[in-house]
């Protein structure tokens, strides 16, 4: 974003003249606030593309000093993440693991669900102590969370200390928001209501060197009304083919072994093109063809999941037959009111489609129970569209309202006592399920990425099937990092246990 897009994002801010009252003593530096109500409205004018670089009278800032960052929540921030670690290294910061030596430290945080949130107030409570000891410590928020102005307004007016608050389409601007807080005794508060370009070149410091995550497009467009998603992370940016296509090629040179290609809603890929048509079908044709052992992508929206992708995936080969397929409810009613855009016909429908075509093809799931006003039929409804579909496994949620959203709106008459019963009863479900369906694998060789040492034993080593099941066996520690055979042993509710039958397979 230039000057004149800053202006007239800030132009548009009704948030602002209010807030600016409330609680002027904080802030004089930069203040940009966020607001939600802005964030929904969805522009007309074109996604520009822009290519990242650190603008010379910042090199060096970070000469002799530290960064820490605390990352919530999903994949999606967990590679923002890397972009800020490759920016701040790109800036001279040096990495530390603890909180205690950092000069610089942010949270990256999350907003899909209130304890989410909570968490991050409690940090923000511990961090204060941290900080009146060493004044020159910079902290800051960042992430889904400082999208919200509610979140804004409880920072400003209870933990003042914060030095920087900067939103998701800003992350590029860090050099420039760090320059601001080192500069100013008030708070920076920048963040964009209305997204950003979509920025290219960004530099990245890569969690691992096994497994590496690939965005493919920002933003949702779908607005399910529960969801606080599209708000915080702005309109559909797709990243254009020929860019994504040359960051796996450079993966697959460096040696990953699987790379995921993210987005909020992959399916939706490259609908914002104009000068083509261009799917996610098409891009996985295109990147199946690089020399990489295992291609994902994750989260699918089962409204955008089209032929053209399934008849891809049927191909097989590096596109992995495991697909993560949010489905949320069961009941056709409920999805309705969720604004989901498609019924549980039309989901299973979608299932028999992906089996017909890859009948060995693994399903997991999201699934939010207790939505405002379900009823204990519509509940059932989720539970035998489980079973029908047998899924390998779910992250389940309790319904947890997200002021602005549609749903908050919504008078409820399911008490949380009710919640939490429903939530145990699918849980159930879903762990029996999974060791069943694990148990299946008792005897049967398996293709493992081997990713290191086990987090509990660390003479045991740990890696994931293609279908992502966590497998623990006994082998030299030179096998991580490879694809290696194992014969399971013993099935547990969510791991498999098992011994290295054959060392490093070739890649496909
Ligand atoms: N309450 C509970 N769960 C939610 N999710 C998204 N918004 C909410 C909410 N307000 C869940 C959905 C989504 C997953 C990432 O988080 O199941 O797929
Ligand atoms: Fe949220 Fe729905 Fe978009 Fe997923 S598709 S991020 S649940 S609005």
Known sequence: MNEKQRQESS???????????DYSQYFQAVYMPPSLKDAKKRGKEEVKYDDFGIPEEFRGMGQGRKFYIR?????????????????????GYEPTDGVEDADVILLNTCAIRENAENKVFGELGHLKTLKK???????????CMSQEESVVNRILKVHPFVDMIFGTHNIHRLPNILNEAYLSKEMVVEVWSKEGDVIENLPKVRKGDIKAWVNIMYGCDKFCTYCIVPYTRGKERSRRPE???????????????EITLLGQNVNAYGKDFEDMTYGLGD????IRKIDIPRIRFTTSHPRDFDDRLIEVLAKGGNLLDHIHLPVQSG???VLKLMARKYSREHYLELVRKIKEVMPNASLTTDIIVGFPNETDEQFEE?????????????????YSPREGTPAAKMQDNVPMEVKKERLQRLNKLVNDTSAQKLKEYEGKVVEVLVEGESKNNPDVLAGYTEKSKLVNFRAPKSVIGKIVKVKIKKAKTWTLDGE??????EVK
């Open 133 to 143: 000891g060493r004044p020159d410590l910079l902290l800051g928020v960042c992430g």
């Open 71 to 91: 990352t919530y929540g999903c994949q999606m921030n967990e590679h923002d993440t890397e972009v800020m670690a490759g920016i701040f290294m790109a800036l």
């Open 243 to 257: 860019d994504i296509i040359q960051e796996v090629r450079h993966l697959a040179a460096q040696g990953y072994k």
């Open 382 to 398: 989720t539970l035998s569209l489980y079973r029908e579909v047998g899924f390998d496994s779910a992250y389940t949620f309790i």
């Open 283 to 286: 891009l996985m044709d295109e």
């Open 11 to 21: 132009q548009v801010n009704p948030a602002d003249k209010k807030s600016e009252k």
């Open 500 to 505: 290295m039958v054959e060392e490093a397979v």
């Open 331 to 333: 009941s056709s009613e």
